[in-house]
């Protein structure tokens, strides 16, 4: 006969996966809605620069603007310019540079522009509805005030920030009071005439007599060493952008570094970020990478379709010094002295400040377990004394029990006899 074997079905379980399968569909059906509701925002950037991406800060502001975007999973198309194209400042106002500009932008028009540094942006300011289409422009760490106050609302918005010149100048007075001169050493690349711009800037906005500052600019390695030999004692040295001599040699930053420490023993600043780690008492610090990349978050908001008065410009990171411990000990700069902010590379304590907490933490804990020992081992101390005057005791007694001339019966709890001693046993005979 055939058999038949009936599963009992689980009502419960059968339920539950209908639920699970119903919560699936349903997180399935929302991604699928979300993607076809928010689609990718997509666009055409122009990134006009005012220097050459091999300029360190331009390149970590392009560095950083790409990031934010990418971050958002936007897609978006970049036109990187330079206005530094031919080496001399020049360039945007060339003629053929201008053309270039007009044919490249009227057939591909970009949906934003985005500047960084000063000069990009009065440029695209003035050629907005010319060279180039009249979109809104994304300003990256503007430092000029009076040109910020004249963007329109409705037509720009962007990060801007302190001027590194008058701030690197104003802690060079302030750590260097006595200071008789400060050489600046630059070449005549565009952006070392611009440092010695701001620097001459900075001079008067600080009420530095002029001839306090010495710009040392277009020498070659030779003539600059001369120069810095010559500078008086206490002196400051401002290390600007020199990548070129005159005669078109090029020179890098490390060799430069090296050549002016031979030369002098004076205190040298840097407006070159690593010029602390290789040696030079202090650079500046801009944040390149965090203000490009505050600018693009700006500018993926307006490809979203805010409009730029809905987005008021702010300030970016503010500029820090970044400190070289060997030279803070050679020119006994101590660490109350240095301003806010600022970082101490080399330094031995860095890491027994960073871990405090961490240390005392341990240290308590250590000295918790070391008090909680001695205390166990006191008591165990104690409770072993005390056992020896019990197990004294005992055998006393059981001395006694013993040894007694009088017969003795231990009962227990429950009446029944449970020990005899010998008297007892040699009385009854047991």
């Not at 934003?112 to 990256?140: H, K, M, S, Y």
């Not at 590194?164 to 050493?185: D, G, K, S, W, Y």
């Not at 101490?344 to 005392?360: A, K, M, S, V, W």
């Not at 005992?394 to 709890?413: A, C, R």
Request: charged residues 20%; aromatic residues 10%; contains cysteine.
């Amino acid at each position: 006969r055939e058999r038949r074997y009936i599963v009992p079905i689980n009502i419960s379980f059968l339920r539950k996966q209908f639920w699970y399968l119903v919560l699936v569909a349903a997180l399935l059906l929302h991604g699928t809605l979300s993607s076809c509701a928010a689609p990718r925002v997509a666009g055409k950037i122009l990134l006009l620069n005012s220097y050459s991406i091999e300029d360190t800060w331009t390149a970590e502001t392009n560095r950083g603007i790409a990031a934010a975007f990418e971050e958002k999973g936007a897609n978006v198309e970049f036109f990187v310019e330079n206005l530094d194209i031919t080496g001399t400042f020049s360039a945007m106002h060339l003629p053929e540079l201008r053309e270039l500009y007009r044919t490249r932008y009227t057939s591909m028009r970009p949906d934003l522009i985005i500047t960084t540094e000063n000069d990009a942006t009065t440029f695209a300011l003035g050629q907005r509805g010319v060279l180039f289409p009249d979109v809104p422009i994304i300003f990256c760490s503007l430092t000029n005030k009076a040109l910020l106050s004249i963007i329109p609302r409705t037509k720009g918005t962007g990060i801007f920030s302190e001027n590194t010149a008058i701030f690197m100048l104003r802690e060079i007075i302030r750590l260097h009071q006595n200071a008789p001169r400060i050489a600046l050493v630059t070449d005549m690349s565009p952006r070392g005439f611009r440092d010695i711009a701001q620097m001459n800037e900075a001079a008067t906005t600080l009420s530095i007599p002029r001839k306090r500052l010495q710009p040392l600019f277009g020498m070659d390695i030779e003539q600059l060493t001369t120069s810095l030999s010559e500078l008086p004692p206490n002196s400051v040295i401002i290390l600007g952008h020199y990548n070129i001599t005159r005669e078109g040699d090029l020179v890098s930053f490390p060799r430069l570094i090296e050549v002016i420490q031979e030369a002098s023993d004076l205190p040298v600043y840097s407006l070159i970020e690593e010029g602390a780690a290789l040696g030079v008492l202090a650079s500046v610090s801009e944040g390149g990478f965090q203000k490009g990349f505050d600018a693009g978050e700006i500018a993926f908001e307006l490809l979203k379709g805010l409009s730029p008065e809905s987005i008021p410009p702010r300030e970016g990171q503010v500029p820090k010094l970044l400190f070289n411990y060997s030279g803070m000990r050679e020119f006994s700069i101590p660490r109350s002295a240095l301003p806010p902010g600022s970082i101490i590379l080399g330094d031995p304590f860095y890491n027994i400040q960073e871990y405090t907490p961490f240390i005392f933490a341990n240290l308590f804990l250590l000295l918790f377990l070391a008090g909680l020992a001695v205390y166990l081992k006191r008591k165990i101390n104690r409770r072993k004394k005390t056992e020896e005057e019990l197990l004294r005791q005992t055998e006393y007694w059981k001395k006694l029990f013993e040894h007694s001339p009088q017969g003795i019966l231990i009962y227990d709890g429950a009446g029944q006899v449970k020990e005899a001693n010998s008297r007892f046993r040699e009385m009854f005979r047991l």
